[in-house]
Structure formats: structure tokens, C-alpha cells
């Protein structure tokens, strides 16, 4: 087994246009991910703005969770579709838990969300 660090096929830039790629292709596509990018950027921008570094890194975190369940989840899905199409009890528990890490993930981040926006703009 060759070491994929090593071997002369291996370049980082591919693996961050990969990335970008597939973060691209959720936010495009899956409105659940586009629209919790949306509502997290201005919070996250007042924290910079008002060099609130702890909240910066607190609402980072909380939104790299839930855009990692929410991926996760989609993958999930999608992976379920592919093999089996029709209506199949094993394949909804998959779906449901994978539902429930991302619930769980998006109840996380609402909860940081509104703290801190409370916090920061003292509305």
C-alpha cells in the first residue's frame, strides 16, 4: 500500500477544490444549508465587527457543527436513495438518525445564534 502523502499523485490543491466543490454543491442545492450559511454570516460578521473574539470562535464553531451534520446528513440521504429507492424500514432508521444528528446539530447552533445575537447587538 502506497502512502497517499508521498505518492507524486497527491496534491493539496485538489483536495481543497474538492472541498470547495462539495460545500458549493450544498449551499447550491440544499436549501436546509443555504439558508443557515445565511442567517449565521451577519451574526458571526457583528462578533468581527466588534471584536468579540470568544463569540467569534463560539458561533464558528457552533456553525461548523451544524454544516457538518447537515452534510453528513445529506450524504446520508442521498447514499439511502441510491441503494435502495423504494420504501425500506432499515433505510428510514438510517435516515432518521442521520435526521437526528443534524436536529440535535441545528438546535446547538439556534441556541448560540440567538445568545449571542442577543449579546452582541443588546436588542
Known amino acids: 500500500m502506497t502512502n497517499k502523502f508521498r505518492s507524486p499523485g497527491y496534491h493539496p490543491t485538489r ?3 474538492v472541498i470547495l466543490a462539495g460545500l458549493h454543491v450544498a449551499v447550491v ?12 454570516v451577519p451574526v458571526l460578521g ?21 454544516l457538518i451534520s447537515e452534510l453528513f446528513n445529506s450524504a ?7 441503494v435502495e429507492p423504494q420504501q425500506n424500514d432499515r433505510i428510514r432508521v438510517s435516515k ?4 437526528a444528528a443534524a436536529g440535535l446539530s441545528i438546535l446547538v447552533w439556534a441556541t448560540i445564534l440567538i445568545v449571542e445575537s442577543i449579546h452582541l447587538f443588546q436588542l
Do not use: H
Not at 468579540?52 to 457543527?65: F, Y
Not at 432518521?96 to 435526521?99: F, H, N, P, R, S
Open 76 to 82: 446520508i440521504e442521498v447514499l439511502c436513495d441510491f
Open 46 to 66: 457583528g462578533a468581527f465587527l466588534f471584536r468579540q473574539w470568544v463569540d467569534a470562535g463560539l458561533i464558528l464553531l457552533a456553525m461548523g457543527l451544524m
Open 96 to 99: 432518521d438518525i442521520a435526521a
Open 15 to 17: 483536495k481543497l477544490k
Open 29 to 40: 442545492t440544499d436549501f436546509s444549508v443555504a439558508y443557515k450559511v445565511i442567517l449565521s
